[in-house]
């Protein structure tokens, strides 16, 4: 599933080929990708004509802005809320070249263009509110703060009430928003933290250099356009490069880059976790 660094990255390669263009016609080969409106007929008349002002990202969710529409008496700004899910990809194409085989939306543009959503899994949804709605969203309303918005004293403050394990704890999108398995073990790794000691278990020491670590490596992860290990790709196409800077996930059974020792794979809240048992206490 794409993380926050993959939906940052397709957030800025999108935003110069979408920001300006108007909204002129939408196209549902698969309803099942709409989560509100949930027909094509109302879906086109809830967005068409309205110009794309700004794309930007919450946790793991692309949110497209659109203006009111001129012609519609008190309209109001709308949002458009994506969320990947497994294999969810954007590519912006010529309108007149044929329908992907896996699309799932398009929006047709000004330009002559159309942003394309894809989803070979078909997991991925598209949520159309107002900004008042997209707040109310129970999902929305629940995620923590992104990495960089929270503090030492709140990191600490949230893990102090949880009696998870920490990589379950990283997980969890309400504690920390847009972290998940590949970035919870990189981050671990670095602060030098197993998968599976107990969240309250933690020094503040400890916690403080978490959040410092999580930060780094986002940070560096979105430098690196994301990480590909199956489906993701830029909306260029392009592969993500930050999988080549791995230092532990998916490697189990390899020397840790650190002291040597093989690294070992657990499960932690169902989801495989690769540590260094010697560097990781």
Same mark, same amino acid.
């Given at each position: 599933m794409p993380e926050l660094p993959e939906v940052e990255t397709i957030a800025r390669a999108l935003a110069p080929g979408l920001i300006g263009r108007v909204v002129t016609g939408v196209a549902v080969p698969d309803v099942k990708v709409l989560a509100g409106p949930q027909t094509r007929a109302a879906f086109e008349r809830a967005i068409a004509g309205r110009e794309i002002t700004d794309i930007s990202r919450r946790a793991k969710l692309l949110l497209v802005h659109l203006a009111p529409r001129p012609e519609v008496q008190d309209d109001e700004d709308a949002v458009l809320a994506f969320h990947l899910k497994m294999t969810g990809r954007f590519h912006i194409a010529p309108t007149a070249e044929a329908i992907p085989v896996h699309a799932r939306l398009l929006l047709r543009l000004t330009d002559g263009n159309a942003l394309i959503f894809s989803d070979v899994r078909r997991f991925g949804t598209a949520r159309l509110l107002s900004p008042q709605g997209l707040t109310a969203w129970d999902f929305y309303a629940a995620l923590g703060p992104e990495p960089w918005d929270m503090t030492p004293h709140a990191f600490e403050a949230a893990l102090a009430k949880r009696t998870t394990r920490i990589k379950a704890a990283l997980l969890d999108q309400t504690v920390i928003a847009g972290i998940g398995n590949i970035y919870a073990d990189e981050s671990l790794f670095a602060a030098r933290i197993r998968p599976d000691a107990p969240a309250t278990s933690l020094s503040p020491g +400890?916690?403080? *250099? &978490? &959040? *410092?670590?999580? +930060?780094?490596?986002i940070e560096r992860a979105i430098a690196a356009g994301g990480s590909t290990i199956?489906?993701?790709r830029t909306p260029d196409g392009v592969e993500g490069g930050f999988q080549h800077q791995f230092a532990v996930y998916g490697k189990a059974g390899e020397p840790c880059p650190a002291c040597g +020792?093989? &690294?070992?794979?657990i499960k932690v809240a169902g989801r495989t976790s690769t540590f260094c048992p010697r560097c990781q206490k």
């Open positions: +400890q916690r403080h *250099t &978490l &959040l *410092t670590s999580i +930060q780094a490596v199956r489906d993701y +020792q093989p &690294l070992v794979a």
